[in-house]
Every structure is written in structure tokens, then in C-alpha cells.
Nanobody
Framework: QVQLVESGGGLVQAGGSLRLSCTASRSVFMFNSMGWYRQAPGKQRDLVATITRGGSTNYEDSVKGRFTISRDNAKNTVYLQMNSLQPEDTGVYYC??????????WGQGTQVTVSS
């Protein structure tokens, strides 16, 4: 079992910034990848950014240049720094980790609301 605890969501005006955190109950080196997903109201959950065990990152096109995913190995934590936020970034943000077996674990989600 892996527990993931997310924090850092909130309400921000367009152009503002937020940093999301996701702390895992196990070492991050157990996971093939860690990532953030977003679910807007009435829409499916979509990938925002991922980081592999080796440190390679991948971003959804609309967040490139604005969002940065990073990891603190000592704290078993993955972060999502979100700058230049826009109303279309609004949604529930979920942390996800994947074990080598392919089994995924999800956090409980944190709400991000960007007002125009």
C-alpha cells in the first residue's frame, strides 16, 4: 500500500501562482514515475506532468513553460509549481504514482480554482 497526501491547492487570480505538494508514504525510488493529473468539472482526468525515477519530465502542451514538476527525494515528495495560472487551469489536481508492477496509486485530490 502507498498513501499519498496532497496539499497546496486554493483560490488564485489569473496570472497568479500556486505550488502543489504530494508526499508519499514510501520512498520515491519505489516508483517508476510520479505525476499530476487534472480533472476539470464535467471532464475526464487528464495528465498534466510526470517525472520518472530517473528525473525525466513530461508536460501536457498547455502547461509547458508555465508549470514545473520536481521531486525532493529526501522528503518523498513531488511538487508542481504552477505559474501564470489561467481560468482553464481550474480543476481538482490528483497526484499519481506508479509501481514497477504497473499498479497505480492516487491521492485524494486538491482543488485549484483560478478566477478571471
Amino acid at each position: 500500500q502507498v498513501q499519498l497526501v496532497e496539499s497546496g491547492g486554493g483560490l488564485v487570480q489569473a496570472g497568479g501562482s500556486l505550488r502543489l505538494s504530494c508526499t508519499a508514504s514510501r520512498s520515491v525510488f519505489m516508483f517508476n514515475s510520479m505525476g499530476w493529473y487534472r480533472q476539470a468539472p464535467g471532464k475526464q482526468r487528464d495528465l498534466v506532468a510526470t517525472i520518472t525515477r530517473g528525473g525525466s519530465t513530461n508536460y501536457e502542451d498547455s502547461v509547458k513553460g508555465r508549470f514545473t514538476i520536481s521531486r525532493d527525494n529526501a522528503k518523498n515528495t513531488v511538487y508542481l509549481q504552477m505559474n501564470s495560472l489561467q481560468p482553464e487551469d481550474t480543476g481538482v489536481y490528483y497526484c499519481k504514482v506508479a509501481l514497477p508492477s504497473g499498479i497505480p496509486y492516487w491521492g485524494q485530490g486538491t482543488q485549484v480554482t483560478v478566477s478571471s
